[in-house]
């Protein structure tokens, strides 16, 4: 006997194409003109933030910094769709949605100049920054278990890059939530690139998205650099995940447009042609077209909202450079207890006057 057990697709979703024109039967019904304005202007001001940021280390005054320029819609638009409640777990690039959520830019800034005082603020609805490839997936999948257990009705959203799937922690966290029933949402970045290795050397799949269905959940494609798509899709997602706890692998195809971080040289191993080929695709640019055929955006309003931007980034930046460290972090955020070793190094650097002792160490 022989039979089919098992048919499986994946959907390609974009709503607004390179030229700025929209498909209205797939446009989110809450999506008007003045969101879209809105969503232009967070994307501008990503991207702004990121070129200050990359030459803030070029200048010797940040640490190696991992540039998103390229990504915007899909940072931006993924972070929009996110309700107030809910978390989000980052990997190494998720500026955008940092500043989407109301990250204080300053500190944001004091994380980059590798102070440790550049930690999330109390309340702050997300797990800190994560460089190692893939390992934030399987604690977004117990953030999102934890969710579903503590009955918050929130869901996590979980960012994962293109070489991060083809670790084993990514196909756990999918396969955990998979067999769990939580409300995650994980979004691959698929900006073609995993530092030097192309996404064709990744995976032989067709899409990246279609690895979801070997956990038993739903994967869906879109135009990473549609930012209303990415909205569209991410926003759907979400709201099964925190109605019916059920989780969504989702595809985000986009670009990385600069350095893999500034350690990184892609000229050489990345063909400046295909750099080329997908400049015309730029998310923010579409949403421009789209703005200047309405009438709802000129050159003025460009440079208004430019000038406005510049200077909120530069008292940022004023801001995290006025900032004086305190030594004693070296030492409190080491261990979740302060061990006898340290704690003999701690004294010894009170009694050789590194820095005036705390009040309590004087009474």
């Not at 969504?248 to 050489?268: C, F, G, N, Q, W």
């Not at 421009?288 to 000038?307: F, H, I, S, T």
Request: glycine letters at 6%; hydrophobic letters at 40%.
């Amino acid at each position: 006997m022989q039979k089919r057990v098992f048919d499986g697709s994946v959907d390609y979703i974009q709503v607004m194409d390179e030229n700025g024109n929209i498909d209205a039967a797939l446009a989110p019904s809450d999506i008007n003109d003045q969101k879209i304005i809105e969503l232009y202007k967070l994307m501008s001001f990503a991207r702004a933030l990121d070129a200050k940021a990359l030459s803030l280390q070029r200048q010797g005054r940040a640490v190696t910094y991992a540039p998103l320029v390229g990504q915007e819609a899909e940072q931006v638009g993924s972070a929009y769709a996110m309700g107030k409640d809910d978390y989000f777990v980052p990997n190494f690039r998720q500026h955008a949605v940092f500043m989407v959520r109301g990250f204080p830019l300053d500190i944001g800034l004091l994380y980059w100049r590798g102070f440790e005082e550049g930690v999330l603020p109390k309340g702050f609805k997300s797990l800190a920054v994560c460089v190692p490839v893939a390992t934030q997936m399987p604690h977004a999948a117990g953030l999102a278990y934890a969710m579903k257990f503590k009955k918050t009705g929130a869901a996590v959203v979980a960012y994962v890059g293109d070489g991060g799937t083809s670790e084993g922690d990514f196909y756990e966290a999918i396969n955990f939530a998979g067999v769990t029933k939580v409300p995650l949402v994980a979004i691959i970045e698929n900006n073609q690139w995993a530092i030097s290795v192309p996404r064709n050397q990744q995976s032989a799949a067709p899409t990246l998205a279609q690895k979801a269905i070997a956990a038993g959940i739903q994967g869906v494609q879109v135009d990473g650099n549609d930012v209303i798509g990415v909205y569209k899709v991410v926003k759907d997602a979400l709201e099964k995940a925190r109605t019916t706890n059920t989780p969504t692998v989702i595809e985000v195809l986009t670009y990385r447009m600069s350095l893999h971080t500034t350690a990184d040289d892609p000229t050489k191993y990345r063909p400046d042609k295909e750099v080329e080929l997908w400049k015309p695709r730029d998310p923010i640019a579409r949403v421009r077209k789209y703005l200047v055929k309405k009438g709802l955006w000129d050159e003025k309003k460009e440079q208004e909202m430019a000038d406005a931007q510049l200077k909120q980034i530069d008292d940022a930046v004023e801001k995290a450079e006025k900032f004086t460290p305190d030594p004693r972090t070296i030492f409190e955020h080491v261990y979740s207890f302060i061990p006898q070793t340290l704690q003999d190094e701690y004294d010894a650097a009170v009694a050789a006057n590194f820095w005036q002792p705390k009040q309590q160490e004087q009474e």
